[in-house]
């Protein structure tokens, strides 16, 4: 089995270090305001002075050694909530800033905060001093060294990971930041030792929860990051170990159709579906295309998974399908569709694949939304070789073929599955379908399943106009 870290952009969406200014409440300091007292600017001194000053830095750093010892010092002996000591909140907001070095993490590690830490986490009710030290932790596990120490202290990492469970926001997206960053550093041998901790610590059971009930966008895109992980870790092990026993992983994730049920809540939430008038006028962010990719990458690895896939999907082909039209939206807005973007390029290749994977079911709505987008696309490419002619790069023609393809796969497969009476319904409501497919059939008349799914199509229309007269 490999040893090798998965550390590329598709197994695990970065998420930088978080300071105190991400989550401070109303009580906490606002920009670096009141952290002066926690670790002085400069005085005026002499050069003894300057010499007692470098020996109290933490090696490579101007950070005080004595301030962060203090600080630890002072949690220690804590009697009362962070609400009442607003002081000692800054100086621990302020140490939590300080993690953001490796030095300085490397220096908490000696000082055995791990444990410490772990023993507040377990036995305060205090949900602002649990935040910032779970914050603490998530921003130390950027090393591996970190990573590694959790591991050995089994009873630490499950006392963190607990923390799933509850219902303080702030401390769930700690948490979450914390396991994302840990599976982005662990190896395959590692991510197995790590697995074996979720049950006790319910944290499977927890994700659910939150997906299926949060309605807090900053925690659930956390936590799909987090799940997305989780499941990307696991197929990398499959595919480095393919003698691995997949029980294992059911042991993990015991049930596949909760990770499907409760991601399509937790993407219907965070980006509503809307209407049909709505759909080329929706304006996405980069936010919004980022949750796509995360939505669309979950799904994505579960067919690695799933043994019976159109019976697995079979109660949520409805609600996928309308997360489909969602992010098939992207490409519908007003400017124009070529150059196609990585995102959209991608987002329909996984989408082909996924419908694909459940056998093309029928959703009118999405065909519409695909059959648009085949429209779209074609037109594109005629106004671009007018205007400009045959200027595109080898690369991009690859990639207008390949879109192509996807979006004709979907129409095709998805038309010829259909029976009779959806067919007639379909195409009485839809007003581009003929001219889409009678231009798809010039285009592509070369190909059988095109012209058998035209020749369909036109045999529904002569009934519906036999009908009519």
Not at 32 to 41: A, D, H, Q, R, Y
Not at 116 to 144: P, T
Not at 183 to 198: G, P, R, W
Request: hydrophobic residues 40%; proline residues 2%.
């Amino acid at each position: 089995m490999s040893d090798e870290e998965f550390d590329d952009d598709k197994n695990c969406v970065k998420v930088e270090n978080v300071n105190n200014a991400n989550s401070n409440n109303s009580g906490s300091n606002e920009g670096n305001e009141g952290v002066i007292n926690c670790n002085p600017s400069q005085v005026d001194t002499d050069e003894s002075d300057n010499e007692i000053l470098l020996g109290d830095a933490i090696e490579g750093t101007l950070y005080s050694a004595r301030f962060v010892l203090n600080t630890l010092l002072k949690l220690k002996s804590l009697e009362e909530s962070l609400e009442k000591d607003r002081q000692f909140e800054d100086e621990l907001c302020y140490l939590w800033d300080m993690t953001m070095e490796q030095e300085v993490i490397n220096f908490l590690l000696e000082q055995g905060v791990l444990e410490i830490f772990a023993e507040y986490i377990k036995n305060s009710d205090d949900k602002r001093l649990i935040e910032i030290l779970v914050g603490i932790i998530a921003n130390m596990c950027s090393i591996k060294d970190t990573c590694a120490i959790l591991l050995q202290k089994k009873d630490v990492l499950s006392t963190i990971l607990s923390l799933f469970a509850c219902s303080d926001v702030l401390t769930l997206i700690q948490t979450g930041r914390l396991l994302h960053t840990m599976l982005c550093k662990l190896n395959t041998e590692e991510s197995l030792e790590l697995y074996k901790i979720f049950p006790d610590a319910s944290v499977i059971k927890s994700i659910y929860y939150i997906l299926y009930n949060s309605v807090h966008d900053t925690l659930l895109e956390t936590t799909m990051e987090t799940l997305n992980a989780i499941l990307r870790n696991w197929s990398n092990i499959v595919m480095l170990d393919t003698e691995i026993d997949k029980n294992k992983f059911y042991d993990c994730i015991p049930n596949v159709e909760d990770v499907i049920e409760c991601t399509i809540e937790a993407f219907q939430t965070l980006l509503p579906q809307t209407n049909d008038e709505m759909r080329g006028d929706t304006h996405f962010t980069t936010k919004d295309t980022r949750r796509m990719t995360l939505f669309l990458s979950i799904q994505e690895t579960l067919t690695l998974f799933v043994n019976e896939p159109v019976s697995t999907y079979s109660l949520y082909v409805d609600s996928l399908c309308d997360c489909f039209v969602t992010i098939g939206s992207t490409l519908l807005r007003p400017e124009p569709i070529l150059p196609v973007k990585t995102f959209e390029f991608d987002a329909i290749e996984t989408i082909a694949g996924m419908l694909k994977f459940i056998e093309y079911p029928f959703d009118s709505q999405l065909l519409d939304c695909i059959l648009q987008i085949w429209w779209k696309l074609l037109d594109g490419i005629e106004t671009e070789s007018d205007e400009f002619g045959d200027c595109s790069t080898p690369e991009e023609d690859e990639e207008k073929i390949l879109l192509l393809q996807n979006l004709r796969d979907i129409i095709t497969e998805t038309i010829l599955k259909m029976d009779d009476v959806k067919m007639k319904e379909f195409l009485q409501n839809t007003t581009n379908t003929i001219e889409v497919l009678l231009r798809t059939e010039m285009s592509l008349n070369t190909d059988p399943r095109i012209a058998e799914c035209v020749n369909k199509v036109k045999e529904q229309l002569h009934q519906i106009e036999q009908v009519g007269e």
